[in-house]
C-alpha cells in the first residue's frame, strides 16, 4: 500500500509569487490534514477535510492560503503571493476514519527568498 | 490556551532503556500519541493513549495519566537506529480531529 506523498519535496520562490503544493492520501482515506513546521516550531495545525468537505480550518493562517479537495482525492494548498515568514516544512497526512492515527507525508520544504 | 511540553534533547546507550517525558494543559482531551521522525523523513505513528495505564508494543511502550497531564514514551533495548525525534502530540476535548503538537524529542543513541 503505497503511503501519503507530496510533491514537490523542494521549492525554493521570490516573495510574491504564488507556490501550489500537492498531496496525495492513502488510497481510500476520506480524512485529510494539513499541517506545517516553521523554522525551530513545533508542527501545527492547518486544516483538515472529509472527503472534498473542510471540516476544520481554524489553523489556516490567513487569506493568502487556499486549500483544495476536488473530488475527495488529492489535495493542492496555494499560497499566494508568498511571504519570508511561510517558510517552513508543510506536512500533509491522512486517516481512514476521524478518530484513527494519521499517517504523514515525507513533506514538502518551502523556502521563500 | 494549549501548551505540550518535552525535554529538547536526550542521549543514551545502545541497549539501555530511555524514557521521554510529556506533559500536556489542552482544552480537553481526547487521545495522545507518540509519533517518530527521523531528518527529512515523515513522522511515523508509534502509538495511541486514549485512558491511563501503559499501552505495550515491542520494544515501545507508552504510559498516560490524565489527572497528571502526563505521559511517557518507553524506548527498550536502544539500537542505533532509535537515534530521531520523538513526537508528543495531543487530540483537543474539542469537535476536531487536529493534531496538537510538542516541539519533539531530539534523542541521539551511542554505542
Known amino acids: 500500500e503505497a503511503g501519503v506523498t507530496q510533491f514537490p519535496s523542494h521549492s525554493v520562490i521570490e516573495k510574491g509569487q504564488t507556490v501550489t503544493l500537492r498531496c496525495d492520501p492513502i488510497?481510500?482515506?476520506?480524512?485529510l490534514y494539513w499541517y506545517r513546521r516553521v523554522m525551530g516550531k513545533e508542527i501545527k495545525f492547518l486544516l483538515h477535510f472529509v472527503k472534498e468537505s473542510k471540516q476544520d480550518e481554524s489553523g489556516m493562517p490567513n487569506n493568502r492560503f487556499l486549500a483544495e479537495r476536488t473530488g475527495g482525492t488529492y489535495s493542492t494548498l496555494k499560497v499566494q503571493p508568498a511571504e519570508l515568514e511561510d517558510s517552513g516544512v508543510y506536512f500533509c497526512a491522512s486517516a481512514d476514519t476521524a478518530g484513527q492515527p494519521q499517517h504523514f507525508g515525507d513533506g514538502t520544504r518551502l523556502s521563500i527568498l | 490556551g494549549q501548551n505540550i511540553d518535552q525535554p529538547t534533547e536526550m542521549t543514551a546507550t545502545e541497549g539501555a532503556i530511555v524514557q521521554i517525558n510529556c506533559t500536556y494543559q489542552t482544552s480537553g482531551f481526547n487521545g495522545l500519541f507518540w509519533y517518530q521522525q527521523h531528518a527529512g523523513e515523515a513522522p511515523t505513528f508509534l502509538s495511541y493513549n486514549v485512558l491511563d495505564g501503559l499501552e505495550e508494543k515491542g520494544r515501545f511502550s507508552s504510559f498516560l495519566s490524565r489527572s497528571k497531564g502526563y505521559s511517557y514514551l518507553l524506548l527498550k533495548e536502544l539500537q542505533m537506529k532509535d537515534s530521531a525525534s520523538y513526537l508528543c502530540a495531543v487530540r483537543p476535548g474539542d469537535s476536531s480531529y487536529k493534531l496538537i503538537f510538542g516541539s519533539g524529542t531530539r534523542l541521539l543513541v551511542r554505542p
Open positions: 488510497s481510500g482515506h476520506d480524512n
